[in-house]
């Protein structure tokens, strides 16, 4: 299975696609943590990304094609990946098809002006990656992780200037992507302006009506914790495990974990 998750900036990519590839046993590979990791190694490709990534804009395709080519080539994905936030571009997709086929590609849609609200409001604990949002779900303690009193941030490229042109970027460069997909008939919409849970279940059901066959074999959904995370899995450190337990005994198709209060973002 060899899917491709697109979307806008804070459509809730991350947080799904972590759920589909555990769901599955897809191998999740996520385009900004890659990038994000490299600015953290400061490396001269991370140094160099991060000029892009600060400002919003698209990091050049020569530096996100390679660092695919590499993560494809030297990962084992038995099962199958799930692409978040890659391709971002025509030029990224056609490279993607040098290295290999892609099955299916799923869209997030969902209406530009809830986005900013979503971005501006994130806060992410430093320590173990659990995520707030500061009106939907704002820590006990201002800016104090609840779970491990970690110190909370707001990712550099979150901010309202950035992020309007995150959204620039991507109705400029990325939307064509969709049109390409689109006219090989590998693309499917599902409206993600609902519950996480609610995507969850439509992208799993759209995944099952491609491959049937998958029903009996797609592990339970991941049951969410209320707080603290307004966008559980969405880090590095959630997807290890942290903030998510097994749900029990639910239907496997749709009828995803049960969760209070959790946004989607
Ligand atoms: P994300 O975590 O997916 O929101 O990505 C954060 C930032 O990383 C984006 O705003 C871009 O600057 C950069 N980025 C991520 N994926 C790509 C890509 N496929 N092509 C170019 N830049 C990317």
């Keep these: 299975m060899r899917l491709v998750l697109l979307g806008p900036p804070m459509a809730g990519k991350g947080t799904q696609a972590s ?3 555990e769901r599955f046993g897809l191998l999740h ?9 490299s600015v953290a190694a400061d490396t001269s490709l991370g140094r160099k990304a991060k000029k892009y990534m600060d400002a919003g804009a698209l990091v050049p395709d020569a530096i996100v094609i390679g660092l695919i080519e590499g993560k494809l080539k030297t990962t084992n994905s038995e099962k199958g990946f799930i ?27 969902i209406a530009f002006n809830r986005l900013v609200e979503r971005a501006t409001g994130r806060r992410i604990c430093r320590s173990c990656g659990a995520v707030y949002h500061m009106k939907n779900n704002p820590p006990k303690k201002p800016n104090v992780c609840d779970r491990d009193q970690g110190k909370l941030y707001s990712r550099n490229d979150d901010n309202a200037k950035v992020v309007q042109e995150r959204l ?22 599902v409206d993600s302006d609902v519950s996480i849970e609610e995507v969850g279940n439509r992208l799993v059901n759209t995944i099952l009506d491609r491959w049937p066959h998958l029903e009996t074999e797609i592990k339970p959904a991941p049951e969410q914790e209320a707080a603290p995370s307004a966008e559980p899995l969405k880090t590095k450190e959630a997807r290890k495990g942290r903030g998510t337990r097994r749900q029990h005994g639910r239907g496997r198709r749709g009828n995803v974990g049960k969760s ?6």
């Design 19 to 21: 759920i589909l590839a």
């Design 29 to 37: 590979i996520a385009m900004g943590d890659l990038l994000r990791d």
């Design 83 to 109: 692409l978040d936030g890659f391709p971002r571009t025509v030029a990224q997709a056609k490279q993607l098809e040098e290295f290999t086929d892609v099955d299916l590609v799923l869209c997030l849609e």
């Design 168 to 189: 620039r970027a991507y109705e400029a460069q990325t939307r064509p992507v969709i049109n390409y997909y689109s006219s090989r008939e590998k693309l499917k919409f």
């Design 260 to 265: 209070r209060g959790i946004r989607g973002s």
